[in-house]
Each structure stands twice: as structure tokens, then as C-alpha cells.
């Protein structure tokens, strides 16, 4: 009997008590961000061809959306994000050495600076977004325009960096 209080002791202590802090409620102080105009160093990753729109707009459009969720636009924090490489591989072929599926990968330079305290919570070099698609039909996927599939890398982007910056655990 006592052996097993002990031991519920010990387990609501580690659950309790250990002392780890969300990042939610690590950056309660701030209240708003500053996503600084995304830097685009490959020439591949330029303008959107439907619309010519400059995918630095668009990438940084939607980070904003997505940030909005939690911050409003102001100057607690600041995001700049420098997006260095932008690579489309064919990733497999059908039998006549045609591709079928391509690979779509970013990579980006960012920091996430707390300007309240003048510090960095978060800094990665070559940080890597990928995504795959069909450009045929009939592979358990509906087939997908390069267009289309930059536009789900960016809002896939967007996604990760609020979930990695804003709500990590």
C-alpha cells in the first residue's frame, strides 16, 4: 500500500512538478508581431504566373494570416524569414521514364526575436518545408498543377512556423 502511494507520488510529481512551461505561456508578455518582408534569394521562387503576384507578398501574406490567430500586427516580436533555395524534383516515374510524382522543397533562414526583452526564442538555418505531389491521376491522389502545389507548400509553411513560433509545446 505504501509502495504504491509512493509511487503515486512520484508520478503526480513528474506530471506536476517538473517545471516545463508551454511556449504559449512563455510568451504571454507579447501582444503583437512584426513579419519583416520575406527575403527570396533563388530566382526559380520569384512571381506567381497566374496572377504575378510576388510570391514574397504571398509568403509573407499568409504568415500574417496565420499569426493572426494569436497576435495582432505591432512591435513585441518580430519574424524575418529569408527563404534561400527553392528546388522541384521528379521523385518517381512511370514505366516509360515520365514523372509522376514531384517533390517541391524550401529552404529557409528565419528568427523569431522577442523585442520586449531583446532576445532570440528561435533561429534556424536551412529549416526545411517539403511537399509531394502527383501530376497524374489514378495514384490514391487527385493530380496537382505546380501552382497549386506551391500554394499548399506556402500555406503549409505558414502552418508550421505558428505551430513551431507561437503554440509550441
Known amino acids: ?5 509512493f509511487a503515486f507520488l512520484c508520478f503526480l510529481y513528474c ?3 517538473c517545471g516545463y512551461v508551454s511556449t504559449t505561456d512563455y510568451l504571454n508578455h ?25 510570391y514574397n ?11 493572426e490567430k494569436k497576435w495582432q500586427d ?9 527563404i534561400v533555395d527553392y528546388d522541384l524534383l521528379p521523385i518517381n516515374y512511370d514505366a516509360n521514364n515520365r514523372p509522376i510524382q514531384l517533390r517541391m522543397k524550401l529552404t529557409i533562414d528565419y528568427t523569431f526575436t522577442d523585442r520586449i526583452r531583446n532576445k532570440v526564442i528561435d533561429r534556424q538555418d536551412n529549416y526545411i518545408q517539403i511537399y509531394e505531389f502527383y501530376i497524374v491521376q489514378g495514384r490514391g491522389e487527385p ?27
Do not use: C, H, K
Open 30 to 54: 507579447i501582444d503583437s508581431i512584426t513579419i519583416a518582408p520575406v527575403v527570396i534569394e533563388d530566382p526559380d521562387f520569384t512571381y506567381q504566373r497566374n496572377s504575378g503576384r510576388l
Open 74 to 82: 505591432g512591435n513585441d516580436s518580430q519574424l524575418n524569414i529569408v
Open 143 to 169: 493530380p496537382e498543377t505546380i501552382e497549386e502545389a506551391r500554394e499548399r507548400l506556402i500555406q503549409e509553411l505558414s502552418d508550421d512556423f505558428y505551430s513551431m513560433l507561437a503554440e509550441q509545446w
Open 57 to 67: 507578398e504571398i509568403v509573407r501574406e499568409s504568415i500574417t494570416t496565420s499569426f
Open 15 to 17: 506530471v506536476s512538478g
Open 1 to 5: 500500500m505504501r509502495l504504491s502511494f
